[in-house]
């Protein structure tokens, strides 16, 4: 076997029929994800260089994930990473791998910080249009479109050569008298369309860049205007509590994707989940005063002082009922942590204990968002409200299975 030649394209559909013999629910999907772990290859990039040949170093790795996907390991743990929302990140075993469904977690938190916490500007970084910008682009425009009337009014009158106006008879449309007339005419008015938008310009006050008047009489009035309207206030920087990190796909999802307005405190009681989530922070280039991953059990290394002073307290805890863990699939109960999945006789055991500690951690109308198990959302709602939370939901996942229950704390408590 050594001797033979393995390009691509063999490798490929051989891996591809040999997890099909195995059970393989998408080989041809499972042998493209192994292929291109092997070879630092993207997916399109296999299909461009099909005739192309493994090296004794690629083909090595390959026949080793091979052997261990047939036996049921997930794929991101044998190529080591996964794609979660828009960053990559590293996966070990000993770690829950990320969901989709919690990708919607994430967008359920973004949703609201941008409602309630974060200014538009934040949420969208949007180019700002200034309000004197487009008084300088139409003095410019017409100004441009005086020289161009101009050129076109003596173009015409020149081009109007006596022998077209004997061609065009009597036509006054014609004529070259009315040609120059027309030309002199439009000049005229494009002239005083250019002096009406000089004018306007020459109204407005100059400008800084934070739109106040730099000088003359209007500034004063500028001056005076701006000390009567309430100054624009400064978008904050929201704070996020999440419990249970894993790998830290939401953590760093939120700071990634607001940088710069989120900071998040993640915590998690493996430490190999600690250690998996710091090397995923510094692979984004990401800093501990962005995303800061502690290890502790739930909230015990919050300092009593930051208590009630996050935004959000997010979680995707360990929430499968006892009953249900025999029936998972072979590759989540035979590969993935218990730790992270067992969550008690009904599912809820790890979501009681967060609920307790929302309104602690919380400031008034801060959000508490949990990722449960399908069947026990409508439990878990019901337990919000009779904690006394407000605006109480159930968001259903992309399968149209209820998944995430969030909440609003109206009453934060403060401990003893």
């Known amino acids: 076997m050594a001797n033979e030649i393995w390009t691509i394209k063999r490798c490929l559909e051989w891996t591809k029929e040999y997890l099909a013999e195995r059970g393989e629910e998408h080989p041809r999907l499972s042998a493209e994800w192994l292929l291109c772990a092997?070879?630092?290859?993207?997916?399109?990039?296999?299909?461009?260089?099909?005739?192309?040949?493994?090296?004794?170093?690629?083909?090595?790795?390959?026949?080793?994930?091979?052997?261990?996907?047939?036996?049921?390991?997930?794929?991101?743990?044998?190529?080591?990473?996964?794609?979660?929302?828009?960053?990559?990140?590293?996966?070990?075993?000993?770690?829950?791998?990320?969901?989709?469904?919690?990708?919607?977690?994430?967008?359920?938190?973004?949703?609201?910080?941008?409602?309630?916490?974060?200014?538009?500007?934040?949420?969208?970084?949007?180019?700002?249009?200034?309000?004197?910008?487009?008084?300088?682009?139409?003095?410019?425009?017409?100004?441009?479109?005086?020289?161009?009337?101009?050129?076109?009014?003596?173009?015409?009158?020149?081009?109007?050569?006596?022998?077209?106006?004997?061609?065009?008879?009597?036509?006054?449309?014609?004529?070259?008298?009315?040609?120059?007339?027309?030309?002199?005419?439009?000049?005229?008015?494009?002239?005083?369309?250019?002096?009406?938008?000089?004018t306007a310009e020459a109204a407005e006050p100059e400008l800084d860049e934070y739109g106040i008047a730099i000088e003359g009489a209007d500034q004063e009035t500028a001056s005076a205007q701006d000390a009567a309207a309430p100054a624009p206030a400064e978008p904050r920087t929201a704070r996020v509590l999440e419990v249970g990190c894993g790998t830290g796909c939401i953590s760093l999802s939120l700071a990634w994707e607001r940088r710069g307005h989120v900071t998040c405190n993640a915590t998690d009681i493996e430490p190999r989940a600690i250690d998996l989530a710091t090397k995923n922070r510094d692979a984004l280039g990401l800093t501990a005063d962005e995303v800061a991953f502690s290890l502790t059990n739930l909230v015990s290394s919050i300092p009593h002082d930051e208590w009630g002073t996050f935004?959000?307290?997010?979680?995707?805890?360990?929430?499968?009922?006892?009953?249900?863990?025999?029936?998972?699939?072979?590759?989540?109960?035979?590969?993935?942590?218990?730790?992270?999945l067992e969550g008690g006789?009904?599912?809820?055991?790890?979501?009681?204990?967060?609920?307790?500690?929302?309104?602690?951690?919380?400031?008034?109308?801060?959000?508490?968002?949990?990722?449960?198990?399908?069947?026990?959302?409508?439990?878990?709602?019901?337990?919000?409200?009779?904690?006394?939370?407000?605006d109480v939901r159930v968001v259903r996942d992309l399968t149209d299975r209820p998944r995430i229950v969030r909440a609003i704390v109206t009453e934060p408590k403060q401990r003893q």
């Open 38 to 198: 092997a070879t630092g290859l993207a997916r399109i990039d296999l299909y461009m260089r099909m005739d192309e040949m493994l090296n004794a170093a690629q083909l090595e790795t390959m026949h080793a994930a091979v052997v261990r996907r047939a036996k049921g390991e997930p794929l991101q743990y044998i190529t080591g990473s996964t794609q979660f929302r828009m960053i990559d990140v590293a996966c070990a075993p000993g770690v829950l791998i990320p969901r989709p469904e919690t990708e919607m977690l994430v967008e359920e938190v973004l949703n609201y910080l941008d409602a309630e916490v974060l200014s538009p500007e934040a949420a969208a970084r949007q180019r700002v249009e200034l309000p004197w910008n487009d008084e300088v682009e139409q003095a410019r425009k017409a100004e441009a479109a005086l020289a161009d009337e101009r050129a076109t009014a003596e173009r015409r009158a020149a081009n109007l050569t006596a022998a077209d106006e004997a061609a065009l008879g009597s036509d006054v449309l014609g004529s070259r008298a009315y040609a120059e007339e027309l030309a002199d005419r439009e000049a005229e008015e494009a002239a005083a369309q250019a002096a009406e938008a000089e």
């Open 311 to 340: 935004d959000v307290l997010v979680s995707n805890p360990p929430y499968i009922p006892t009953d249900v863990m025999r029936s998972l699939p072979h590759e989540v109960k035979d590969f993935e942590p218990d730790l992270a």
């Open 345 to 390: 006789a009904d599912g809820l055991d790890i979501f009681r204990r967060l609920l307790n500690a929302a309104p602690y951690m919380l400031r008034a109308g801060g959000l508490f968002a949990c990722e449960l198990y399908e069947g026990a959302l409508d439990a878990a709602a019901e337990l919000c409200r009779q904690a006394g939370l407000s």
